[in-house]
């Protein structure tokens, strides 16, 4: 049973770069979150994507936009990339009607911006 | 709005030895999941425990146990005989009923010494 696969694994951009971020869930989830880590910082919600469309956002600037597919992977692109946006990406997932609440991880997306 | 806090940003256990990690949440609602997980350096984020709100019983799991006080929303985490595999950041998390919109403390980095 694969889990939540996530790649790249490590990217490095330049400022004002555009990035694509990618994510498969796992077998039998329908729902994304994608998540960002700063260095010693605990995961901030991005959004959640839920039957293709955007379901809920967390406090992030439009730059940040992503994409759920047909086959349920997500996308998460970030445009005109700041020093700020370094971090590890963390895509999540579940289903919807689970009941357990709890959320599978990807190993994450490693993005500097230099 | 919901928040994490866990006030105790490193924590050091003795290997075989018992220790406690603490997190406390703020929330107005009634219906709720909390969470640990664990993320070693590997990254990739593990459940290590889930409590359900409406359940008196403190969560148990093997070694791991919670201590769940709804009233004083407080929700602490107790690890048994401390092994070096344990050694990691862990997180405090909440997770609103039916949403799949997970909120997470800053971390706990627990260090395990033989």
């Known amino acids: 049973d694969a889990g939540v696969t996530q790649s790249p694994t490590h990217l490095i951009k330049t400022r004002g770069q555009q990035v694509t971020l990618r994510c498969s869930p796992k077998?039998?989830?329908?729902?994304v979150s994608w998540y960002q880590q700063a260095l010693g910082q605990g995961p901030q919600f991005i959004f959640q994507?839920?039957?293709?469309?955007?379901?809920q956002r967390g406090n992030f600037p439009d730059r940040f936009s992503g994409h759920q597919f047909p086959n349920y992977s997500s996308e998460l692109n970030v445009n005109a990339l700041l020093l700020g946006d370094s971090a590890l990406y963390l895509c999540a997932s579940s289903l919807e009607q689970g009941v357990t609440g709890e959320l599978f991880f990807g190993e994450g997306s490693r993005l500097t911006v230099l | 709005a919901q928040t994490v806090t866990q006030s105790q940003p490193e924590m050091s256990v003795q290997e075989a030895e018992t220790v406690t990690l603490s997190c406390t949440y703020d929330?107005?609602?009634?219906?709720?999941?909390l969470f640990w997980y664990k993320q070693p350096p590997s990254r990739q984020m593990i459940l290590v425990i889930r409590q359900e709100a409406y359940k008196q019983q403190n969560a148990t799991e093997n070694r791991f146990s919670v201590n769940f006080q709804k009233a004083a929303k407080s929700f602490s985490l107790k690890i048994s005989d401390s092994q070096l595999g344990d050694a990691a950041m862990y997180f405090c998390a909440y997770e609103k009923y039916n949403n799949n919109d997970m909120r997470f403390g800053a971390g706990t980095r627990l260090t395990v010494k033989p």
């Open positions: 929330t107005s609602e009634s219906d709720y999941y």
């Open positions: 077998s039998g989830h329908d729902t």
């Open positions: 994507y839920y039957e293709e469309e955007e379901r």
